[in-house]
């Protein structure tokens, strides 16, 4: 009993906006606005994600919601819930939230290292070597495998949404997009070899790669963090039932990022848990060849692509090729499983077990230089709403009339939000949204 309510005393709440000063703004994205703050009740910096509520009810209202963006509004609570569920070191942890009659703000932990996309352009040929592939790809596996086992499809998974975690492990972000389905039942393991001779002498064992993550030199190199604009990608989302609480075993909805989204999306047949596996293997494609598999001129050649063009895995036969190969199965239904992928010879010798406590994962990010102390004081709710002034004219009655000393404040905020977004590492289409 006394656990049970030394748990719910750890329960994140209502945040005091009054309590949370603005360091940084980190990006921005389609709804809203992410800052760098610091809780000053408890010392603690938190990445503050605040959407607009005027945005969520013009755009509502645009897609025909007559409920003033009931369904997008379910998608934030869903996100508010799915990360207060969360105790994992590879998931995030909602850290409280904030709402005003003009905001809404979910507090979450903070990764100081960047985005594992800004990390790979970093890289003198902006790919990844075999064995820095194969512990990012092990931890991602990992957190894939808990998100499955809670009933949740990720559906969005790309480098610009897996953060570096102050410890150097990785962290996956944005779950507005995900959905709920029956939680997944563990699967016998099974264990995938290649037919080929060579598979052997390429897959190291575990203890091997852990040697080359202890050198200082090991591969990666030192990213300065606010030089580095990640791509921008467009993200699909329409229908809302990604919101839906309890889906017996696929989903209808129509989402993702363009370049990452499974063949069975795009053609409407429902979808389920094997949409992350398709999603992993082209991430783990990137890293390995520096952009992604089926990208095209616009959005209808590349779901074209997606559709009846094979990735092409130049190079040698090795495990990290034919895993990508299984995870990019169009057919969903012979696609490789997360259970399938612990198994296979590319992850040989991983000790699933202890990797996520890895003292010295291949990149440790530094200790930022920025000036902690924040930019000048900022009004977040102005601040938004000066991003988004153009998407929302009018739609903020008190914003419209605002005194003087308001309009200078709003200003100076836009003039604060331009030089932060020259410094950042977080382009258009930022992770955290």
């Given at each position: 009993m006394g656990a049970e309510d030394n748990r719910k005393e750890q329960e994140p709440g209502l945040l005091d906006l009054k309590t949370l000063k603005v360091i940084s703004v980190i990006g921005r994205g389609a709804k809203g606005v992410a800052?760098?703050?610091?809780?000053?009740?408890?010392?603690?910096?938190?990445?503050?994600?605040?959407?607009?509520?005027?945005?969520?009810?013009?755009?509502?209202?645009?897609?025909?919601?007559?409920?003033?963006?009931?369904?997008?509004y379910k998608?934030?609570?869903?996100?508010?819930?799915?990360?207060?569920?969360?105790?994992?070191?590879?998931?995030?942890?909602?850290?409280?939230?904030?709402?005003?009659?003009?905001?809404i703000g979910l507090a979450m932990d903070y990764c100081p290292g960047g985005d594992l996309n800004s990390l790979r352009k970093k890289q003198t040929e902006k790919m990844f070597s075999d064995e820095i592939i194969r512990f990012y790809g092990a931890e991602l596996v990992l957190a894939l495998e808990y998100l499955h086992g809670l009933g949740i499809v990720y559906r969005d998974l790309k480098p610009e949404n897996v953060m570096i975690q102050e410890n150097g492990h990785l962290m996956l972000v944005d779950f507005d997009l995900s959905t709920k389905l029956s939680a997944k039942s563990p699967e016998p393991r099974q264990i995938l070899r290649l037919n080929t001779t060579n598979s052997e002498t390429k897959s190291i064992t575990y203890k091997r790669s852990l040697s080359l993550f202890h050198c200082f030199g090991s591969g990666i190199s030192h990213v300065?963090?606010?030089?580095?604009?990640?791509?921008?990608?467009d993200t699909t989302s329409q229908s809302p039932d990604s919101m839906s609480t309890c889906e017996t075993e696929k989903s209808n909805s129509f989402v993702g990022t363009e370049e990452y989204v499974s063949p069975e999306i795009i053609q409407g047949n429902g979808h389920d848990f094997t949409v992350d596996s398709w999603c992993l293997g082209v991430v783990l494609y990137e890293m390995l060849y520096g952009r992604t598999p089926f990208r095209g001129a616009n959005r209808k050649e590349t779901f074209f692509r997606v559709l009846v063009k094979s990735p092409e895995l130049v190079g040698e036969q090795t495990a990290l090729r034919d895993?990508?190969?299984?995870?990019?199965?169009?057919?969903?239904?012979?696609?490789?499983?997360?259970?399938?992928?612990?198994?296979?010879?590319?992850?040989?010798?991983?000790?699933?077990e202890s990797i996520s406590q890895i003292s010295r994962p291949p990149f440790i990010p530094l200790r930022p230089e920025r000036d902690m102390q924040g930019i000048k004081a900022i009004d977040v709710e102005l601040f938004v709403h000066g991003i988004f002034a153009d998407e929302v004219v009018g739609s903020i009655k008190g914003s419209v009339n605002l005194d003087e000393?308001?309009?200078?404040?709003?200003?100076?905020?836009?003039?604060?939000?331009?030089?932060?977004?020259?410094?950042?590492?977080?382009?258009?289409?930022?992770?955290?949204?």
């Open positions: 800052f760098l703050v610091r809780n000053e009740e408890t010392g603690e910096n938190l990445a503050l994600k605040v959407i607009l509520k005027a945005l969520i009810e013009k755009k509502s209202k645009e897609n025909g919601d007559k409920e003033d963006g009931s369904s997008v998608r934030i609570w869903f996100e508010r819930d799915v990360l207060k569920s969360f105790q994992h070191p590879l998931l995030p942890r909602l850290r409280g939230f904030v709402e005003t009659d003009k905001i300065d963090s606010d030089s580095c604009f990640t791509e921008s990608r895993l990508i190969g299984k995870l990019l199965e169009k057919d969903p239904t012979k696609r490789i499983s997360v259970e399938g992928i612990k198994g296979h010879d590319y992850f040989r010798g991983v000790d699933w000393n308001n309009k200078k404040k709003d200003e100076d905020d836009k003039e604060v939000l331009v030089e932060a977004l020259k410094n950042s590492s977080k382009g258009p289409d930022f992770s955290v949204f």
